[in-house]
T-cell receptor, first 112, second 109 residues
Framework: DAGVIQSPRHEVTEMGQEVTLRCKPI?????LFWYRQTMMRGLELLIY????????DSGMPEDRFSAKMPNASFSTLKIQPSEPRDSAVYFC??????????FGPGTRLTVT | RKEVEQDPGPFNVPEGATVAFNCTYS??????FFWYRQDCRKEPKLLMS???SGNEDGRFTAQLNRASQYISLLIRDSKLSDSATYLC??????????FGAGTRLFVKA
């Protein structure tokens, strides 16, 4: 079975550019989560969806961040404009319910 | 105060040792608890769920104390392959997931 798929795996961009991170959850899972991980702040929940509907986006740091889930098999996290402090590993995770979450391999974002 | 706090690491133990990690949470309404494991430059993976009655999976034992709002993880007979960061996870309100900062474990030969 394919796990959670994220793309790209690595992204290097210049400050001010738009960045779009993509996630394909495990088929049949109805919850999807976006996280950001840094050395300083650890793993932070940014937003989560249930049945494609955003439930809580209180973790989204600023209006520069937005997330969508147009269907059950695809989600995006967009940063516009990007800043150097956005550099982090961004994980997507999916879950069949409100329990075990399966994480993707992450996207390592570097903003110069 | 952080919502989920863990023992500061790193823990350096010899093979075969028993090691215990603790984690405290601040929201008494939290309803689900987990331990995840994260290897260097990899994604977190579920190690085990934590139930009020306590649960055991091989060399790993997890316990929950709701009155004192802490959970624990005990690893017996440590292996080199147990070296990783162990993350305490608390769910509140159904889906709101809060990860602890993690405790690093190094098991040495």
């Amino acid at each position: 079975d394919a796990g959670v798929i994220q793309s790209p795996r690595h992204e290097v961009t210049e400050m001010g550019q738009e960045v779009t991170l993509r996630c394909k959850p495990i088929s049949g899972h109805n919850s999807l989560f976006w996280y950001r991980q840094t050395m300083m702040r650890g793993l932070e929940l940014l937003i989560y969806f249930n049945n494609n509907v955003p439930i809580d986006d209180s973790g989204m740091p600023e209006d520069r961040f937005s997330a969508k889930m147009p269907n059950a098999s695809f989600s995006t996290l967009k940063i516009q404009p990007s800043e150097p402090r956005d550099s982090a590993v961004y994980f997507c995770a999916s879950s069949p319910g409100a329990d075990e979450q399966y994480f993707g391999p992450g996207t390592r974002l570097t903003v110069t | 105060r952080k919502e989920v706090e863990q023992d500061p690491g790193p823990f350096n133990v010899p093979e075969g040792a028993t090691v215990a990690f603790n984690c405290t949470y601040s929201n008494s309404a939290s309803q689900s608890f987990f331990w995840y494991r994260q290897d260097c430059r990899k994604e977190p993976k579920l190690l085990m769920s934590v139930y009020s009655s306590g649960n055991e999976d091989g060399r790993f034992t997890a316990q929950l104390n709701r009155a004192s709002q802490y959970i624990s993880l005990l690893i017996r007979d440590s292996k080199l392959s147990d070296s990783a960061t162990y993350l305490c996870v608390v769910l509140t309100g159904g889906f709101k997931t809060i990860f602890g900062a993690g405790t690093r474990l190094f098991v040495k030969a």
